[in-house]
Structure formats: structure tokens, C-alpha cells
């Protein structure tokens, strides 16, 4: 079962939907969050909390836009946990995000480039909060409850991750939207509850997914 929550306003401004799963990821509350980009010019949108959002009044709609680029993903090592992870599972991680919202925006014929021309928006994701689950730890507990034969619904660790995503665009390199989501995977079972970035891989799926509706919307699809 899904909901989907509002990241960007629609009121002739750039609208982004991200799609979470009920099941699978919830949004948590941004307590104390810098934000890592210039949001000059911007007005936060208080209406779509615990999502943080900042737009651009006036900024075009989606359907200006038929042609992408996406930046390398990157990472904020602000959270003194972050140091802790595999330096070359995050690098996966960057590059599973961008692959997935390459992915998503080509298989609906949209077009993906590097070079700045008109009808073109930059994407730019940044990661930080990084947090995966003990992939022992969750095998230990489900062999536990199966053993006593409970359910797995509070024994299964879950993995976070908060994006930071801005909206450019392309030509000006004009800010027109900056949206914070901070996602945490479900403690029900999950197909892959060895997987210790589960959860991360399945906010990253929503949000190329929930964008890619969005564009489709906006173009009449």
C-alpha cells in the first residue's frame, strides 16, 4: 500500500511528488537539519512538513523541461557516523541513486545529458545520515522468531538515509527548489531483510520514481 506525500507545491511552481511505501520507508521529522544549499530567494513551504521544503516563487512548472541532467551524487560527512561505513558500500550507494534516476527518466523517453541548453533542468542529490542495519543481526532475529514462532514486526533493524535534492535551471544555474526528506525503512519483514542497505536502495527507488511522475503529470501523460 502506498501514500504519496508533496514535496514541491504545484501553484505554477516546479512540483516533485515522492512516492514513499507505507510498508517500506516513513518520512521522520528534520530536527536540527543545516541545510548543505543556498536557498536565497526561496520560501519554505511549511505545509509539507516533516519534508523540508523551499520554492521559488514564480518558478516554471515541470513541463518546461523535456531533457535532464543529473549530477554525481554526493555525500555529507557531517553526521560523525557516517565516518563508520564502508567507504565503498557508500560509493554504491551514490551510484545505485543516480543509476536509478538515469534509469527511471530514459524508460520514459525522456532525454539525459551533461551539456546546459534551454529546456533543460539540473538534479543534484546529496546524502547524509547515512545508517544501515547489522545484516547478522536481522538473520539472528528472524531465526529467533521463527523459532518461538512470533512475528518479526518490532525484530527486524531498519536502515535511514536523508536527501537533499535541488532543482536547477540548467542555462542560469538558477536555484528554483530545494526539497529534504529524511526516509527510515519499516521494521516490518522485508524481502531483503539480510540486506543491510535495503532500505536506503528503497528511498532511492521512490524518489526516481515519485520525480519521473511528476515530470509525467506535468507533460500531460
Known sequence: MKYVSK?????LMLTVLVSLTACGA??????????????????LDQSQAPTMVFIRPGA???S?????????????YSDPTMKELDPEQVGEMQQYFRDAMIKELRDAGYEIGTRSQAKTMRISFTLSGLKAPSAKGNVAAIGAGMIVGLPMLLSVSVGEVTVEAVFREALTNRIDAVAVNRAQGSRLLKKKPWSTWADVEGSFDNWAEGIRESIDKAHGR
Open 64 to 76: 518546461a523541461y523535456d531533457r535532464f541532467i543529473i549530477d554525481t551524487v554526493h555525500v555529507s
Open 7 to 11: 514535496v514541491i507545491n504545484s501553484m
Open 60 to 62: 516554471p512548472t515541470l
Open 26 to 43: 516513513k518520512s521522520k521529522k528534520l530536527d536540527d537539519y543545516d541545510m548543505l544549499s543556498d536557498t536565497s530567494g526561496l520560501e
